[in-house]
């Protein structure tokens, strides 16, 4: 047992002296003993870890003694311990705050179990605590690393909407960091102290999410073998995330209608009627509008998720981000792997800030990761870099492919290496817009698309 602090509060010193025996020799814990409730009260600086009290004492009895700690320090956890044993006494004493009563002669095995339980559940709750304020410092918007305009206006959205109950929409490519979005607006909202509760909808079997969604009750289909809650139930007083919303099968998108309007649901194989108060942000990479274009999204839900959209611009349209990211992530790594002093070299930065980012954040901060572990010296260089980026920085742009056709003495470049330079060169140009890149080589979509996949290009 970790070293904690015991206040032993028993007028009797022999049993005094056993308490405190037990505590320091066989528990580990340092203990202070008062041979009354005023001397308790008046040494609560600093809190200790746990109290043990006897009832009878005299001058401040035991339940007088109680109510006045649980009056200062309502948190700390106080186990009776009484020579009467009367049940009246032990039902006040827990109506007060006690967590537990032992009568005398005390049972030491039981006791010592008891206590052991009061202390892990106070360190997993100091550790939730720890973690929640790890993760709301995380994700505040604030410290979301930016220093692009288009992230600034983001952040002002998230302001506004962060006490709202409204369905946010947050939309963007793989990879730009729709959930970290998400988390920023629940954690610095007022539901913050609230569960925040995601689930994937392309990543559960579709017979699977109407439980994962809503729970079921024990024996509703088969291996349901107990009652199961759904994450609409756990998310309560909280948020729940729904990413990937353009995977949800058209039947439940009436399920999550339904919700969103009367906040009313049952559990698979259930007939109680259960309500949730919960807000819900969604968030994809598809084109929702087309859907709906298409039947295969409800219009009505569509309208009802887009109440507040967000769109994150793919990091291509923010290259201004990019070297902050890659300081940020090198940092980062650092740490974790145990690495001081790296830096990149002007090279490596220089193919970061051009190459085009297909996998947006969640791609840089692998390949800075990747970099940290393959580094041998101080310094990142190109040849750190995944193969992908490496690839990339070798290939000519349109610039140095007509130099090469037109310089005096120089082998004639195949055409296709032109054709491929052109397409790169253009939609580094457009920040990887395809139709402002199609229209300005003169070619449709469809064929720039056929060339992108030809050339093995990603979007």
């Not at 709202?164 to 913050?192: F, P, Q």
């Not at 569960?195 to 349901?224: M, Q, W, Y």
């Not at 929702?288 to 309208?303: P, T």
């Not at 954040?361 to 692998?366: D, T, Y």
Request: glycine letters at 6%; a neutral charge; proline letters at 4%.
């Amino acid at each position: 047992m970790a070293e904690k602090l015991i206040y032993i509060v028993e007028d009797e010193p022999s049993i005094a002296t056993i308490l405190e025996f037990t505590a320091t020799r066989k528990w580990g814990c340092q203990a202070r003993v008062f041979p009354n409730g005023e001397l308790c009260l008046q040494h609560l600086d600093p809190v200790p870890d746990l109290i043990l009290l006897d009832v009878m004492m005299p001058g401040i009895g035991g339940v007088e003694t109680l109510k006045e700690i649980k009056r200062r320090h309502p948190d700390i956890p106080v186990i009776i311990l009484s020579a009467q044993g009367r049940i009246e006494v032990a039902l006040e004493t827990i109506k007060i705050g006690a967590v537990d009563y032992f009568t005398k002669p005390v049972d030491f095995a039981k006791l010592e179990i008891a206590v052991r339980n009061i202390f892990q559940l106070a360190d997993l709750t100091l550790e939730v605590q720890q973690l929640r304020e790890s993760i709301e410092k995380r994700v505040h918007f604030d410290n979301i690393i930016s220093g692009s305009g288009e992230m600034q206006e983001i952040f002002t959205l998230i302001n506004k909407v962060k006490d709202s109950d409204m369905c946010v929409l947050v939309l963007g490519e793989s990879g730009t960091g729709k959930e970290l979005i998400a988390r920023a607006i629940h954690y610095n909202g007022n539901r913050k102290s609230g569960p925040f509760v995601v689930v994937n909808c392309a990543s559960i079997p579709r017979d699977l999410l109407e439980s994962e969604f809503f729970g079921h009750e024990k024996g509703s289909f088969t291996g349901a073998f107990q009652r199961r809650i759904g994450k609409f139930e756990q998310a309560n007083g909280g948020t729940v995330f729904l990413d990937e919303i353009g995977d949800l099968d058209i039947v439940l998108q009436a399920k999550i209608l339904r919700v969103i309007q009367s906040k009313q649901f049952e559990r698979v194989g259930g007939n109680e009627t259960l309500t949730t108060d919960t807000r819900l942000i969604s968030a994809t990479n598809r084109d929702l509008g087309d859907m709906v274009r298409q039947k295969l999204f409800r219009e009505d839900l569509y309208f009802r998720l887009a109440m507040f959209p967000i769109l994150i611009p793919p990091l291509r349209q923010r290259r201004s981000d990019i070297l902050l990211l890659a300081e940020h992530f090198l940092k980062r790594f650092m740490e974790d792997h145990h690495k001081t002093g790296l830096r990149f070299s002007r090279k490596a930065l220089k193919i970061l800030y051009e190459y085009p980012w297909p996998g947006n954040v969640r791609e840089l901060e692998h390949a800075i990761q990747r970099s940290v572990v393959m580094v041998d010296s101080d310094t990142i260089t190109e040849r750190e870099l995944p193969m992908s980026i490496q690839t990339f920085a070798a290939q000519p742009t349109s610039t140095q492919a007509a130099s090469l056709l037109f310089t005096e003495g120089n082998a004639i470049v195949p055409l296709d290496k032109v054709k491929e330079a052109t397409i790169r060169h253009a939609l580094r140009i457009t920040n990887g817009n395809i139709v402002e890149a199609a229209e300005k080589l003169k070619i449709g979509r469809a064929t720039l698309y056929r060339l992108m996949k030809k050339y093995k290009i990603a979007e």
